[in-house]
């Protein structure tokens, strides 16, 4: 049965399968980025930058075949390559052939000298270096939000938590800043991915440059120009100086590393806000009219978050592509690694570029309720605060065991209506309403005072806002007033 039937006009290209991270997620920019249409596009101008540097190493090409290569970089038959891919089996020469037939006095010239990784590989990595300079403002945002949250919040006493049990305070803005400190991790790591990124250049077929030390009639010189020339038009500093036929493929793993680490970071930042949203004590942002749960209309879920944690589980997962594609490359090269590099490649851009956005519109909007976290802390506090009271009984006089047995004993009773009764922490009525605690009952609420439990978060949070966040975003503040719009 035709599935066409079951959907109203116009909507027959629904019934085939689209990645949801193109068609529903990722920011446009990025998508276009792994497109057939960058992609080959970006093979003619490599075509265009080989030939003109040939010409000007003395290869017999014309001004006039330059010109109607240029005059055609974008003139793609995309009808005709497919076609010509059906014929030949061979992706790379039907697109030679083409862009020959709109260049048809150039078409002799095309691709000359060069394999099929010339304009395949070399595509690659122009891609990957876009892609990084899309990411990387988009993490630095990302820490300038959180950054700004940080500062707002770093003197607001919370609870900790160790193991996911109540711990010593801590601030919400030092909290804030474990996760940028990740995050800042990760810009440094991206940052030196792309930067150690490196051109194939021209090197013929099994990487030798045999073809085009031929073409220069045994001109090592000329090859080696020539190699430098085109990875500078291409715009990388450096080439590899030995390759098979392909870059080796442990670039693929370097760079999918640090984007899983990436992945790992903004997974547990998005679970501690799930997790605190279910305390109630911060939540994402949450629109007027959006609806947490159909069957359950007081629902908040984290559905950002969520999502954030879903996909950044699928982008850790990605890394074991590459590393058993370098595993298995055979000598020169095997073709093995070519489908599993168009998937994996794109859906962990595609997927990075998704969770930053979303994660900006989280760190945007996040809310917090200081009345909840207050709440919280008289809940635990005064169990914390049983040393800080031993110690002033004793500096009043009194015997630090005999103190710490009533402290004991008062201690376990609280817990007691705590957890059988399900009542409110007591502890500091009943050490009132003891005499033995006479001496220091004027003292119980300076004793109590969260922020004297909070150490120096909020000095940490200054300085480590000021020595290590501010230089890390300074190459980057012209790109910090950029919103994201979510797609859903």
Known sequence: MSVDGCHGGGQAGRAAYRSPLA????????????????????????????????????????????????RNLNNIDYDMAAEEEKRLRHDVMAHVHTFGHCCPKAAGIIHLGATSCYVGDNT??????????????????VI?????????HANLPTLG?????????????????????????DLERLTRARDDLRFRGVKGTTGTQASFLQLFEGDHQKVEELDRMVTERAGFQRAFIVTGQTYTRKVDVEVLSVLASLGASVHKICTDIRLLANLKELEEPFEKQQIGSSAMPYKRNPMRCERCCSLARHLMTLI????????????ERTLDDSANRRLCLAEAFLTADTILNTLQNISEGLVVYPKVIERRIRQELPFMATENVIMAMVKAGGSRQDCHERIRVLSQEAAAVVKQEGGDNDLIARIQADPYFSPIHAQLEHLLDPSSFTGRAAQQVERFLKEEVQPLLKSYESQMDVKVELNL
Do not use: N
């Open 161 to 185: 938590f160790t193991h996911f049990q109540p711990a010593q305070l801590t601030t919400v803005g030092k909290r804030c800043c474990l996760w940028i400190q990740d995050l800042c991790m």
């Open 23 to 70: 068609a529903r997620y990722a920011s446009p920019e990025m998508s276009f980025l792994f497109s057939d249409a960058h992609k080959f596009q970006t093979w003619r101008l490599l075509w265009l930058f080989l030939a003109e540097e040939e010409q000007k190493l003395g290869l017999p090409i014309t001004d006039e075949q330059i010109e109607e290569m240029r």
């Open 124 to 141: 690659d990595l122009i891609t990957l270096k876009k892609a990084f300079d899309l990411l990387l403002p988009k993490v630095a945002r």
């Open 320 to 331: 074991v592509d590459p590393l058993q594609t370098a595993s298995v490359q055979w000598l």
């Open 144 to 152: 300038s939000r959180l950054a700004d949250f940080a500062t707002e």
